[in-house]
């Protein structure tokens, strides 16, 4: 029986998702753009399920694009925003840890010509807002630093970003797909111009995202799928219609259960991560121990290979850095960002706990977790000379 603690790769469906999706494979079927009565009435659960997604980050219906994933709506935003203001400056400030989603696309677009400015962060995680004022310049276009890392949970000031950025003129994209479901999300609080989140990580499918982009910003995006006038023009080809129906359904039960989520997620991994730290010597947290998201827990088991932790512990089920780095050998450049030293990165895992996790899964795995480590260390040479 295997322990889920990767909830931050991916979650499972909730049912009530699943439920509300059913239809959308079978009798509503029709193309929303066909102007049938079958047409007409999906088209109006799209919009109907556009509003739901709005309200759960207090948005307005007509600010919500619905992409294929979280990595197309951070493409999207950041493109979009450098094409639509290429005239207008060059320069780009993100940050050292974020997605690849974001790096990635930020790398694309110096290739393209424009200039980014990768921000450091302290060793809790955290960008330094100094750091971030002398990095604005007067060509400066767009800052995307995301709300919450995947990595190690911590939440970035956004507020006090925008407030700068907003002073500037300067546009502020934030992927907020780890914390969506995490801590309430109102982007008119956040000050954003642009927020990204992902269906499959919060309990909807695989391959749905959204953008949020203020209505303002709509005006100057450059789409990156051009073809029908879908999505307000901005992303072309037929609405993935069940798959919206089902991250509408995610909104609505994050709209009305989140504190729930949120204490159960947190009291499960505060428990667990007590007792890892405290029954087993050697064990370091990575990133802020409060300034995260209830669901991630970053720990560094000194002495062994993450990955070899996982293969003895193969039952409970997390990740070693990130799951898009699984198969690369270096070190995550989130850990390596805050400065954890790399015989220790190698030795991290995190752990990420979700809506379906119980407390008897967690007893289970730190009993899983504490025979493994002792077996492991007793053959390690580095345990051994230490
Ligand atoms: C998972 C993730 C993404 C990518 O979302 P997909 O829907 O898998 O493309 C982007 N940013 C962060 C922080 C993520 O955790």
Do not use: W
């Not at 753009?33 to 088209?43: A, F, N, P, T, V």
């Not at 639509?84 to 989603?101: D, F, P, Q, V, W």
């Not at 919206?244 to 949120?262: H, M, Q, R, S």
């Not at 990130?322 to 790399?342: E, G, K």
């Amino acid at each position: 029986m295997s322990i889920y603690f990767d909830n931050s790769a991916t979650t499972p469906m909730d049912p009530r998702v699943i439920e509300a999706m059913q239809p959308y494979f079978k009798e509503k079927f029709a193309n929303p753009s066909s102007i049938h009565i079958l047409g007409r009435e999906i088209r109006e659960d799209i919009e109907r399920a556009r509003e739901t997604v709005a309200k759960s980050i207090k948005a307005e219906s007509q600010e919500i694009i619905f992409t294929a994933s979280g990595s197309e709506s951070d493409n999207m935003a950041i493109k979009g925003v450098a094409y639509g203001l290429r005239e207008k400056g060059k320069h780009i400030i993100t940050s050292k840890i974020e997605h690849k989603a974001v790096l990635e696309t930020c790398k694309y677009l110096e290739q393209e010509g424009f200039e980014v400015t990768y921000l450091p962060v302290e060793k809790n995680g955290i960008i330094n807002i100094d750091e971030l004022k002398k990095a604005i310049r007067d060509d400066t276009i767009l800052i995307s630093i995301m709300l919450a890392n995947n990595e190690i949970g911590t939440i970035q000031p956004i507020e006090e970003i925008t407030k700068i950025a907003r002073e500037k003129e300067i546009i502020v994209h934030t992927d907020a797909v780890q914390a969506m479901g995490k801590m309430p999300i109102d982007v008119s609080k956040l000050g954003v111009h642009l927020l990204t989140f992902s269906g499959h990580k919060i309990y909807a499918p695989k391959g749905i995202g959204v953008l949020y982009a203020e209505e303002r910003i709509k005006d100057f995006l450059i789409p990156i799928i051009h073809g029908g006038h879908h999505e307000f023009g901005l992303r072309a080809g037929t609405e993935n219609v069940p798959y919206i129906i089902g991250i509408a359904k995610a909104c609505e039960i994050i709209e009305n259960e989140l504190e729930k989520d949120i204490k159960h997620v947190k009291t499960l991994r505060d428990k667990f991560e007590s007792r890892i730290l405290n029954e087993i010597p050697d064990t370091i947290l990575n990133g802020d121990r409060e300034k995260r998201v209830c669901s991630i827990s970053n720990i560094s088991f000194k002495y062994i290979e993450g990955e070899a932790l996982m293969v003895y512990a193969n039952e409970v089920c997390c990740s070693t850095g990130s799951a898009c780095t699984s198969d690369s050998v270096d070190a995550s450049h989130v850990l390596y960002a805050i400065n954890v030293d790399p015989v220790d990165a190698h030795g991290a895992l995190r752990f990420s706990f979700g809506r379906f996790n119980t407390m008897e899964e967690v007893d289970k795995a730190v009993e899983i977790i504490k025979d493994s480590v002792n077996k492991l260390r007793q053959m390690s040479p580095l345990y051994n000379k230490r």
